[in-house]
Every structure is written in structure tokens, then in C-alpha cells.
């Protein structure tokens, strides 16, 4: 068993109590673990592909765990044995696997979990460290896997004291998607779906950057919700495959900041945005003050032009205390920040 600790044996797992891992879609979060002691955890992922929406013009044809994009968030606890059973789904024939950046050997995993077209690989990984990791296809050629939506995150809790509960916990993940044009089809118009384009990600040049898979995934669709008072708590990751995101919620401070998802050092407290290379995550946590929507974004800020915006809206009384005006709001036309 990769990671065991000195002196046990892969056969001792097998002593361990056997519990199903809850996974959720984004933005949806498992609740947190309470139990106190570590378990053979089974985590079963799918890989298909999909052709679905990628902005409001186009489609894309996206590579996935268990048909979302980003994959399932896996909420673990130190000490448990993760069981990861990858099945191969895929009908182009491509190989798949997972390189989990919580899992400690060679290749994270991937060496042990790649699966051919109709195969089932299984993996056992004991968890030695807290925090919230990035898992992500690592298959040849791997940029092509993570470019195509190939990635998930996974929290690790802490043995024994876990953060703060929070009133509302999201699973939010920034990435790019690079495109060639539209073909032209017979009746001249351009058709609705696009391709991968190997050249553009190679000079890190996106034509999207979305949270959460696509553009409008947390806006229209699925905004984050909170009311006055309460307090939100955000895991964020950035798959990548280039772009560095400078995290950011238009309107709110974060109260914590857990950098680089370091659940045991001291946080920092109220910071503005937050810097995330690809690969990496972080995790925020907000007090909810004043009604209205709150607008996240890469503050790379043309990247909300290719799709970099979500929603967090609020509901609840006014604060004119903390934030008034002599006129009602009015929001500027066309604006993408303050809907």
C-alpha cells in the first residue's frame, strides 16, 4: 500500500471499517467528517467524454470524472486509506488515471490507477497530510488530459481539530479551455462547436477562462447563496493548466485565508485577493454583512471577458450602518461585476 507508515502491513486496511466516500458536483461540498477515527474510505470515479456547453456560443467536447467538469469533490480525514477505483469509460480509447497531490509515492497514484478503455484500476493510498489537494489525469500527454477538464479537489480534515464550522461550504474551480475557431458548415454559418487547439495552449493563450467548467456555472445557473449574518467558507482550486489566478470577491474581504490550504499554520485575516498557480489551492472564509450579490473573479481582471465570473448573492436586510448611498444603486449597463 503506497504511504503506509513504519511497521504496517497493505493487509492492515483490510481491518479498517469499509465507508463509501460521498461525492458531490461543484459547487456542492460533502459535509464535514465527525467521525474520530480513520476508515477504508471507497472512492469510484468514471471517466467519459461529453460534448456540452462551454460558453453561451459554443460547445466542447470535455474529458470528465463521473460526467462533471470539474470532477467530484472527496472530502477525506488523515489517517484514512483511500480505495480509488478508476473504470475507463472513455470510447476514444485513450488511457486515464489519477495523480492525486494528496497521495504520497510515485506519481501521486497515476502509475497504479491508469486504465485502459473498459478497464478498472484500484489503488490503495494512506493519507499522512491535512489540507485540500488537487487530483487531476496525469496520462500522456498530460496537459492535454487537464486541458480538457481532467481535475477534482480533495480535503483532507485534519485527525483532530478541524476548522471552524462555517453556514455554507462551495467547491469552486478556475480553468482554461483553448479552442480552435468554428468550421465553417455547408450553409456557410459557424458551427456551435469548437475543438481543442493544441498550438493555443502551448503559447498559454486561452479562449475561456470559467469557474466551475464553463461560462455561466455560477452565475445564471448555480450562484452561491448565503444570507446576512452567516458565514461562508469557499474551497477554491486552480486546475490550470497556466494561468496563475488572482482570486477575488468583488465587495468582501476574507476574513481567513488559508494559503496554499495550510489548515495548521495561523490564516491570514482579512486579505483581499488571493494568488493561486495552477495545480494549487486555497481556502477563504467570509462573514456575509450586507445584502446583495457579490461577484468572484480572477482580478486578472480581462480574464472575466473569456468567462472568469461568479455569483454569491445574499439575501437578507439592509446594512446602512455599514453601506448606504443618497441614491439607489445603478449598476452601469453591460456590466459583468454588479448585476
Given at each position: ?7 504496517e502491513?497493505?493487509d ?7 465507508e463509501e466516500?460521498?461525492l458531490?458536483t461543484?459547487p456542492d461540498?460533502p459535509?464535514r467528517?465527525?467521525?474520530n ?12 467524454t461529453?460534448?456540452?456547453?462551454l460558453t ?6 470535455k474529458w470528465n470524472?463521473?460526467g462533471?467538469?470539474?470532477?467530484p469533490?472527496?472530502r477525506?480525514r ?5 480505495e480509488?477505483s ?12 489519477i ?8 506519481g ?7 486504465a485502459?478503455?473498459?478497464q478498472?484500476?484500484?489503488?490503495r493510498?494512506?493519507?499522512q497530510?491535512?489540507g485540500?489537494y488537487i ?8 496537459p492535454?488530459?487537464?486541458?480538457n477538464g481532467?481535475y ?5 480534515q485534519p485527525a ?5 464550522p462555517?453556514?455554507?461550504e ?10 480552435e475557431p468554428p468550421?465553417?458548415e455547408e450553409?456557410g ?7 481543442f ?5 502551448l503559447r498559454?493563450?486561452p479562449?475561456?477562462v470559467?469557474f466551475?467548467?464553463?461560462?455561466s ?6 450562484p ?7 458565514s461562508?467558507r469557499?474551497f ?7 494561468l496563475?489566478s488572482?482570486?477575488?470577491?468583488i465587495?468582501s474581504?476574507?476574513?481567513k485565508?488559508?494559503?496554499d490550504s495550510d ?5 491570514g ?5 488571493v494568488?493561486v498557480?495552477p495545480?494549487d489551492t486555497?481556502?477563504v472564509?467570509?462573514?456575509?454583512l450586507v445584502?446583495g450579490?457579490?461577484?468572484l473573479?480572477d482580478h ?6 473569456k468567462?472568469a465570473?461568479?455569483?454569491l448573492?445574499v ?13 439607489p444603486?445603478a449598476?452601469c449597463v ?6
Open positions: 500500500m503506497n504511504g503506509s507508515r513504519g511497521g502491513t497493505p492492515e486496511a483490510n481491518t479498517l471499517p469499509t466516500a460521498l458531490t461543484a461540498v459535509p467528517i465527525t467521525r477515527y480513520p476508515v477504508l474510505l471507497q472512492v469510484n470515479l468514471v471517466t467519459t461529453k460534448v456540452e456547453k453561451s456560443q459554443y460547445k466542447y467536447e470524472f463521473n462533471s467538469v470539474p470532477g469533490f472527496v477525506a488523515v489517517g484514512d486509506v483511500v480509488l478508476l473504470t475507463n469509460c472513455d470510447k476514444s480509447g485513450n488511457p486515464h488515471n495523480d492525486c497531490h494528496a497521495f504520497l509515492g510515485p501521486g497514484g497515476s502509475a497504479l490507477t491508469t485502459e478503455e473498459g478498472t484500476k484500484t489503488g493510498f494512506r493519507l497530510c491535512p485540500l487530483y487531476h489525469c496525469a496520462a500522456a500527454p498530460v492535454v488530459h487537464i486541458a481532467m477534482g479537489l480533495m480535503y483532507v483532530e481539530g478541524d476548522l471552524t462555517v453556514d455554507h462551495y467547491y469552486v474551480m478556475q480553468s482554461e479551455f483553448y479552442h468550421e465553417v450553409n454559418r459557424p458551427s456551435s462547436e469548437v475543438e487547439s493544441y498550438p493555443n495552449a498559454e493563450e479562449s475561456v470559467v466551475n467548467g464553463h461560462e456555472a455560477l452565475t445564471t445557473e448555480k452561491l447563496k448565503a444570507k446576512v449574518g452567516e461562508v469557499i477554491f482550486g486552480n486546475a490550470g493548466p497556466n496563475t488572482s482570486f477575488h470577491v465587495g474581504n476574507f476574513m485565508v488559508y494559503r489548515v495548521l499554520s495561523p490564516p485575516q482579512f486579505v483581499q485577493t494568488s498557480p495545480g486555497t481556502m472564509d467570509m462573514k456575509m445584502p450579490t457579490y461577484t473573479v486578472a481582471i480581462f480574464r472575466l471577458e468567462g465570473v461568479g455569483y448573492n439575501s437578507g436586510d439592509p446594512r446602512p450602518d455599514i453601506y448606504q448611498g443618497t441614491e444603486p449598476p453591460g456590466c459583468k461585476l454588479h448585476p
